[in-house]
Nanobody, 118 residues
Framework: QVQLVESGGGLVQAGGSLRLSCAASGRIFSINAMNWYRQAPGKQRELVASITRGGSTNYADSVKGRFTISRDNAKNTVYLQMNSLKPEDTAVYYC????????????WGQGTQVTVSS
């Protein structure tokens, strides 16, 4: 079993910054992609950023140039540095990790609230 624990959410004014972390623990042999999703009230969950085991990254257009995803493979941890935050970034942020190679399994964090005030 794998558990993901997120931290770093909170309330921030527009233009501010936050850094989210998500650490995996448990029976982990190999973590492939690490991703951050978000879900705002009344909206579908959307992919914000992703990073492969080799470090290749991809971002939603709405966060390009403002958010940076990174990972520490030795610590089984993924980060999301969020700068120049906007009120429309307000959402619950979820980390997601794809674990295993032969039969990959998706694991999810519990979610952390990010609120950006105008």
């Amino acid at each position: 079993q794998v558990q993901l624990v997120e931290s770093g959410g909170g309330l921030v004014q527009a233009g501010g910054s936050l850094r989210l972390s998500c650490a995996a623990s448990g029976r982990i042999f190999s973590i492939n992609a690490m991703n951050w999703y978000r879900q705002a009230p009344g909206k579908q969950r959307e992919l914000v950023a992703s990073i492969t085991r080799g470090g290749s990254t991809n971002y939603a257009d709405s966060v390009k140039g403002r958010f940076t995803i990174s990972r520490d493979n030795a610590k089984n941890t993924v980060y999301l540095q969020m700068n120049s935050l906007k009120p429309e970034d307000t959402a619950v942020y979820y980390c997601n990790m794809v674990v295993g190679r032969a039969a990959p399994i998706d694991y999810w964090g519990q979610g952390t609230q990010v609120t950006v005030s105008s």
